[in-house]
């Protein structure tokens, strides 16, 4: 069965704190994704990546980077944790476009509560 | 940019009643539509998503969905929940052209009540 995973599912760190964030998929997934969600809100995307070494910013990326060294790894880091980044945070994998339409999707990890106290 | 809203934020609904949990979407470009649920302390399953085709599209645990591309919009619908439906579902969109970003609506909440 395909996975990602998310390497914490509850995380309390402090503030000021510097927070990694891993992300792991064995889907041979070119795209990976990390999201936050919080209560209506739905999800927003924070950054994704198209393939090793490359990183895009998505809808919320400040106080946030990324860094995609292997294909299969995805790690998030708040490089200086503040309280306001309590959240839940989603990664997500997907194929790229080009490949069979009717396989295409996204996957995603079971989320890591992130507690800044 | 494209943009994604649930008209409903919570949505309570007896067991073995009808649910039809309502999306809409804009987008300037041709889009393929997806819904999750999210059950709780959970992550997030595909319930089912349109990408081509067929307008009526069925998903998993008795869910289909109708893409109206006049209306903008892809809504969810089951016609006898059961209190395992209890969650919550978000609506996504993501363009077909170039960019693979999914597009989320800010979710339903669905209580299933005996």
């Known amino acids: 069965d395909v996975k990602v995973t998310q390497s914490s599912r509850y995380l309390v760190k402090r503030t000021g704190e510097k927070v990694f964030l891993e992300c792991v998929q064995d889907?041979?997934?070119?795209?990976m994704f990390w999201y936050r969600q919080d209560p209506g809100l739905g999800l927003r995307l924070i950054y994704f990546?198209?393939?090793?070494?490359?990183?895009e910013k998505g809808d919320i990326p400040e106080g946030y980077s990324v860094s995609r060294e292997k294909k299969e790894r995805f790690s998030l880091i708040l490089e200086s944790a503040s309280t306001n980044q309590t959240s839940m945070y989603l990664c997500?994998?997907?194929?790229?476009?080009?490949?069979?339409?009717?396989?295409?999707?996204?996957?995603f990890g079971s989320g890591t509560r992130l507690t800044v106290v | 940019a494209q943009s994604v809203t649930q008209l409903d934020s919570q949505v309570p609904v007896f067991e073995e009643a009808p649910v039809e949990l309502r999306c809409n979407y804009s987008?300037?470009?041709?889009?393929?539509l997806f819904w999750y649920v999210q059950y709780p302390n959970q992550g997030l399953q595909l319930l089912l998503k349109y990408l081509s085709g067929s307008t009526l599209v069925k998903g998993i645990n008795g869910f289909e969905a109708e893409f109206n591309k006049s209306q903008t919009s892809f809504h969810l619908r089951k016609p006898s929940v059961h209190i395992s439906d209890t969650a919550e579902y978000f609506c996504?969109?993501?363009?077909?052209?170039?960019?693979?970003?999914?597009?989320f609506g800010g979710g339903t909440r669905v209580l299933v009540k005996p």
């Open positions: 997500a994998s997907s194929s790229p476009r080009d490949r069979a339409e009717t396989n295409y999707g996204y996957t």
């Open positions: 889907m041979d997934h070119e795209n």
């Open positions: 990546s198209y393939d090793v070494k490359m990183k």
């Open positions: 996504a969109v993501s363009k077909k052209a170039a960019g693979n970003k999914l597009t």
């Open positions: 987008s300037s470009v041709s889009v393929y």
